[in-house]
């Protein structure tokens, strides 16, 4: 059984590009969520994907966007990025909406 | 939201010892987890409980769901012990199912 795995690990950018992060979700979960953690800080939802949809979305601006995929796979968009979308990106996978979520080992965004 | 509160924010022990970590929440949660972040930033699952009390070798954990607060016990603390614990729940009836809201953590500090 594979565990949640996340791609890229590191990643810079300059202020104004697009990012594209990936997750492929434990073998069987089919909700995905993502999570923002600046430094220093406990991470932050950002929103949760269940069958394709986005399920529920924490305080982050359009701009930040999300897909799921037929094979529960997800991906994490960021357009215009800025300083501050400087941090550690998170992934976690669950069986079910409310069930215990399992994380990623997480992709370090430099936004310069 | 719910506010989640952990304490202490620093802990330093010698190896050996032992420790109480705490974990306070503002309103009532379901699917409590904590977690231990490792030096790479990934989050490793320690208890879900979201009540009682469960043990996992020279750690254990309680949750008093009345009184809205758990603890992580730490016997005979590692070296490997040392990262930062975070605990996570979401809210009981809430929209948002998944969102997992964490506190600040407590950063422990083992040494030899």
């Known amino acids: 059984e594979t565990g949640v795995t996340q791609s890229p690990t590191h990643l810079i950018k300059t202020r104004g590009q697009q990012v594209t992060l990936r997750c492929s979700s434990q073998s069987g979960h089919n909700t995905v969520s993502w999570y923002q953690q600046a430094l220093g800080q406990g991470p932050q939802f950002i929103f949760q994907y269940y069958r394709e949809e986005e399920n529920g979305r924490g305080n982050f601006p359009p701009r930040f966007s999300g897909l799921q995929f037929p094979n529960y796979s997800s991906e994490l968009n960021v357009n215009a990025l800025e300083l501050d979308d400087s941090a550690l990106y998170l992934c976690?996978?669950?069986?079910?909406?409310?069930?215990?979520?399992?994380f990623g080992a997480g992709t370090r965004l430099s936004v310069l | 939201g719910i506010q989640v509160e952990q304490s202490p924010p620093d802990l330093i022990l010698q190896e050996g010892a032992n420790s109480t970590l705490r974990c306070n929440f503002s309103?009532?949660?379901?699917?409590l987890q904590w977690f231990h972040q490792n030096p790479w930033g990934q989050l490793i699952n320690l208890f879900y409980?979201?009540?009682g009390t469960k043990q996992n070798g020279r750690l254990s954990a309680t949750t008093v769901a009345t009184e809205r607060y758990s603890l992580l016990y730490i016997s005979s603390s590692q070296t490997t012990d040392s990262g930062v614990y975070f605990c996570?729940?979401?809210?009981?009836?809430?929209?948002?199912?998944?969102?997992?809201?964490f506190g600040q953590g407590t950063i422990l500090t083992v040494h030899p």
């Open positions: 976690a996978s669950s069986l079910a909406l409310q069930n215990i979520q399992y």
């Open positions: 409980i979201p009540s």
């Open positions: 996570a729940g979401t809210v009981l009836g809430g929209t948002s199912y998944g969102k997992l809201t």
């Open positions: 309103d009532s949660v379901n699917n």
